[in-house]
């Protein structure tokens, strides 16, 4: 079965503190791994998917087959990443799910 | 993430109504999605489409149908048998699955029931 989790509800952290968010996924496949972040009063957009191994907004992922994660990282948070952020996971069949999501609040 | 037009952006549905939610891109995208965002639920997928007439059910389907008649539009029906239809929907789209490529997202219908 297709899953996406992302324990933490909430995440808190100081601004200049590391972040990491985490997502685990179950798919028999090779899968599509994406994050999207959601502003306040903002659309839905991509930060950065797997397959361009790219860094946004100082943010990476790694995707661990072995471990089936593709946690999310910053070594220096800012108030300005205080967003929700959502783990999704593309598959062979079209469709693309996404974990529940995780709320990141930076405190200054 | 122009491109991506959902209307309204509020609507309201009496009981035992059907209500039809619009979702239109003009991006020349083959794959459309519909998603249900709740609060602490994330999204969740109700249907998506992969091409023109044709499309799948997602996670939870019931209660709602769709029909993708032309490549740019993908609307969603809410039928009275979806017994908690409150909620915000997302539509999105994607030139094709596969080979990472992302989601553009519309702006969102909140609707509510009367």
């Known amino acids: 079965a297709q899953r996406v989790t992302q324990p933490e509800k909430l995440l808190s952290v100081f601004k200049g503190a590391p972040v990491e968010l985490k997502c685990n996924y179950s798919y028999s496949g090779s899968p599509e791994l994406f994050w999207y972040v959601q502003y306040s009063r903002q659309r839905l957009q991509l930060l950065l998917r797997?397959?361009s191994r790219e860094s946004i907004k100082g943010f990476t992922a790694d995707l661990n087959k072995g471990e089936t994660s593709f946690h999310l990282k910053k070594p220096f948070a800012q108030e300005e990443d205080s967003a929700m952020y959502y783990c999704?996971?593309?598959?062979?069949?079209?469709?693309?799910?996404f974990g529940k999501g995780t709320k990141l609040s930076v405190k200054p | 993430d122009g491109g991506i037009t959902q209307s309204p952006k509020y609507l309201f549905r009496k009981e035992g109504q059907n209500v039809t939610l619009s979702c239109e891109q003009n991006?020349?995208?083959?794959?459309m999605y519909w998603y249900r965002q709740d609060p602490g639920q994330g999204l969740r997928l109700i249907y998506y489409s992969q091409i023109v007439n044709d499309f799948q059910k997602g996670d939870i389907a019931e209660g709602y149908s769709v029909s993708r008649e032309k490549k740019e539009s993908f609307p969603l029906t809410v039928t009275s048998a979806q017994k908690n239809p409150t909620a915000f929907y997302l539509c999105a789209s994607r030139g094709q699955v596969g080979n990472g490529e992302k989601l553009f997202f519309g702006s969102g219908t909140q609707l509510s029931v009367l």
């Open positions: 991006l020349n995208h083959d794959a």
């Open positions: 797997h397959i």
């Open positions: 999704a996971l593309g598959g062979s069949q079209g469709n693309l799910i």
